[in-house]
């Protein structure tokens, strides 16, 4: 196994950057790197200064300009910070530019750092497994000379160079091969989940997604009266977990929560996560948590919608506005009920119109029942 990597990120000081570019107004990229923030934070990080950078196109060497580039790297060393983090996807060759311009200082993309606090939080066997999958797909295209000591890292057998074999043919060969045992891990838990599964197929089950941070876990807590782990936090939640609900006195529910969705969240990270997600694609209902205090709340909506697309969830959903006793102004309220006339307004957390949101499952699950009226001959 490849040894644990230290910690890419520590309690160390970061830059973030951020583009504003094509569709994107500078406000929006503002809000992205708010959230790029909390994820630093999330990680361990200590943000000092957000550059916003406007561009015409995309340097392919090193996204932004190359100038920019220098000055920003130049401002980091000025100041001791030794981590750069930019809110768009790097490619492999503008990782490796930077870092032979800046030497001592990281540059990573918020697809690395989601794949840290992700590796941070996984505490499971299958949820490690999934991570280092994730994180190894990452890794991959991304191999450069500099990686050579992956071979001392994997150690043993099978990591000597053959004839006309390059190290870094060796390294792409041990990673490669780790991705498959590790695959195969993966299919053994997930065969092991469907007999748990099967035998839970005669309930009816409601999963609970939506954004990190939405308020799932309070929600899951208040529905069922158990203990989960909440925490003010992104992806506090890694694992599913899964209670019985009695709705009332003729329903239950088997309810589960999960992990959250961010935007840009990896597209690798997704799929190694298919069977942490499975319990989504097979629900009969899906609730879409919503913070309705939240600025972003549209995009947050499309990014669940694009992620439940992404996993080939079609069930019937219903859409959650949480954390009502945050809304102060009739305008607001306004607005969300326009936006989702369907909507359940609730506060997880202050256990308001928790009732309604019963009821309404209730509803659909007696919807799901189909009834039909029979003429029997008496013989
Ligand atoms: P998750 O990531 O979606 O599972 O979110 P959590 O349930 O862990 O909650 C994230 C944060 O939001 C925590 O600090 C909760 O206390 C807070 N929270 C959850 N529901 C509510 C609510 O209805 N009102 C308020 N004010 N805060 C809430
Ligand atoms: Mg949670």
Known sequence: MIEKKESTISTEDAFLVGAVFGELSSDKVNEHLEELELLAKTAGANVVHSYTQKLNRINPSFFIGPGKAQLII??????????????????????????????????IDRSSLILEIFSQHAKTKEAKTQVELAQLEYLLPRLTRAWTHLERQMGGIGTRAGAGETQIEVDRRLVRTRISNLKKELDKIDKERETQRK????????ALTGYTNAGKSTLM???SGSNVFIQNQLFATLDTTIRSVKIDKSHTILLSDTVGFIRKLPHNLVASFRSTLKEVIESNLILIVLDSSSESIEDHFQTIINVLDDIGAKKQTRIVLNKIDLIKSKARFDFLKNL???????????????????ESIAKTMDKDHVEIE?????D
């Open 340 to 358: 989702f006339p369907d909507g359940i307004f609730v506060s997880a957390l202050d256990q308001l119109r928790i009732d309604s949101l019963k």
């Open 74 to 107: 130049e401002h980091a060393k000025s100041l001791n910070v030794k981590l750069i983090i930019f809110d768009d996807e790097l490619s492999p060759a503008q990782i490796k530019n930077f870092s032979n311009l800046s030497k001592s200082i990281k540059v």
């Open 199 to 206: 035998k839970r197929l005669e309930n009816y089950k409601v």
């Open 374 to 378: 029979l003429q029997l001959p008496y």
């Open 221 to 223: 807590k208040s529905l």
